[in-house]
């Protein structure tokens, strides 16, 4: 695999690093099964993509685009939380509704941002390649978004929203206001999805309606990999966790399609995401079982 397909998947990787954070919110945090991420993370490519493609500075198309996504996970929770729809189905429903809201803010299937300035070109310094500089770039940004979600969870709106997915029916009895918590939750893993698919049209040089299919899933194989090689009660290393879990599922996908004996092609990039998923899911059982028996 040459030098460039391993800095495209380190790019990508930390891309979908925002998503898996956002899927550890969502999912670990307050055990919320929610599907909205395949439609919040074109969403947010969607948005920015077109804002810039009229002449919007990328940093404000950028921003606008974490708003729309936030807007789109409260709805998810506002569904379950005030019309008391399941989760699950009310994840659906939104990630149904936002397919057609994508092609309305678009105003078709793709937004081309090929000539178009974007977040990365306008910090990029000059004699810098744009394949090293934007990893970098990616880097920086998925730092300040872990350092504050770790600062926030550590905070008492924090813990409370823990508590909420570990037990409701004690927080509420403590008096936390599990629906507000939900709703903040949600708002908070569908924002930084959007801001991942902001990152990734202007990375990828344009915004299309097919991008999202799939992205829960690879959140969720990041979340199970990182768990697996990284596992500890700490939410400092939980979340340092799921950002090496996406990096690592990204070069594990790269080296499976470019390794030429195994004979895989693009087209075979889900098969291979359901692999891994199932071989990350398999490894700590078979931990498990191997320490029970030299236990027995």
């Not at 999202?212 to 990182?226: E, H, M, P, S």
Request: glycine share 10%.
């Amino acid at each position: 695999m040459s030098i460039y397909s391993l800095w495209g998947a380190l790019e990508i990787g930390l891309i979908f690093g925002l998503v898996a954070l956002g899927v550890l919110i969502s999912f670990r945090i307050l055990r919320f099964p929610d599907l909205t991420v395949d439609g919040s993370f074109p969403l947010g490519g969607a948005t920015a993509a077109t804002l810039i493609s009229v002449g919007v500075n990328p940093f404000a198309a950028t921003l606008v685009a974490v708003g729309a996504g936030a807007v789109a996970g409260m709805i998810t929770g506002w569904l379950n939380v005030k019309l008391r729809i399941m989760d699950l189905l009310a994840s659906i429903l939104m990630m149904i509704a936002l397919y057609s809201i994508n092609l309305r803010v678009m105003g078709g299937p793709n937004v081309p941002l090929i000539m178009e300035p974007t977040v990365f070109n306008m910090l990029q310094p000059q004699g810098m390649s744009d394949y090293v500089f934007r990893p970098l770039m990616l880097v920086v940004v998925l730092l300040i978004a872990k350092l504050l979600l770790d600062w926030y969870f550590s905070t008492q709106t924090g813990l409370a929203m823990r508590a909420t997915g570990s037990n409701p029916r004690m927080a509420r009895a403590q008096g936390v206001a599990t629906g507000r918590r939900v709703l903040v939750g949600m708002a908070i893993s569908n924002a930084l999805c959007a801001l991942a698919g902001a990152l990734f049209a202007q990375s990828q040089g344009g915004a299309d309606i097919s991008m999202g299919i799939g992205t829960i899933v690879i959140g969720l194989a990041a979340v199970i990999i990182g768990e697996s090689i990284m596992p500890s009660r700490r939410f400092f290393i939980v979340t340092l966790a799921v950002i090496v879990g996406a990096v690592l599922y990204r070069f594990f996908v790269a080296l499976a399609l470019n390794a030429d004996f195994i004979g895989l092609h693009a087209q075979d990039l889900n098969l291979v995401t359901a692999l891994l998923v199932t071989f990350a899911l398999v490894v700590p059982m078979l931990k498990q079982r191997l320490r029970g028996s030299k236990g027995g």
